[in-house]
Nanobody
Framework: QVQLVESGGGLVQPGGSLNLSCVASGIEFDLYRMDWHRQAPGKKRELVALIMHTGETSYNGDVKGRFTISRDNAKNTVYLEMNNLKPEDTGTYYC?????WGQGIQVTVSS
C-alpha cells in the first residue's frame, strides 16, 4: 500500500518560514521524481517544485528563490523549505510521487 504523508503546515505571518515534509512508503522512493503541488482557494492546482531522482530541481516562477525542495532517500522523505512567505502562498500543499498523492496539508500566510 502506497502512502505519502505530509507534515509541517500551519499558520505563519507574511515574511515567515515553514518547512514541509513528506514521508513515502510502498514505493521505491529513490527511483521516483517527487513533486510539491498546491491549490489555493478558488484556483486550480499548480506545480510548486519538483525534484528528480537524480536530485535535479525545478520551480514555479512564483516561488523560485524563496522555496527549496530537497530529498533524503535514506529516509524516503521529500522536503519543501518555504521562506519569505506571502499571503498568495496560502493553500493546500500536496506531495506527489508518480501517480500517488498525499492527503494534503494546509498552509496559511496571514497577519
Amino acid at each position: 500500500q502506497v502512502q505519502l504523508v505530509e507534515s509541517g503546515g500551519g499558520l505563519v505571518q507574511p515574511g515567515g518560514s515553514l518547512n514541509l515534509s513528506c514521508v513515502a512508503s510502498g514505493i521505491e522512493f529513490d527511483l521516483y521524481r517527487m513533486d510539491w503541488h498546491r491549490q489555493a482557494p478558488g484556483k486550480k492546482r499548480e506545480l510548486v517544485a519538483l525534484i528528480m531522482h537524480t536530485g535535479e530541481t525545478s520551480y514555479n516562477g512564483d516561488v523560485k528563490g524563496r522555496f527549496t525542495i530537497s530529498r533524503d532517500n535514506a529516509k524516503n522523505t521529500v522536503y519543501l523549505e518555504m521562506n519569505n512567505l506571502k499571503p498568495e502562498d496560502t493553500g493546500t500543499y500536496y506531495c506527489t510521487g508518480g501517480l500517488y498523492w498525499g492527503q494534503g496539508i494546509q498552509v496559511t500566510v496571514s497577519s
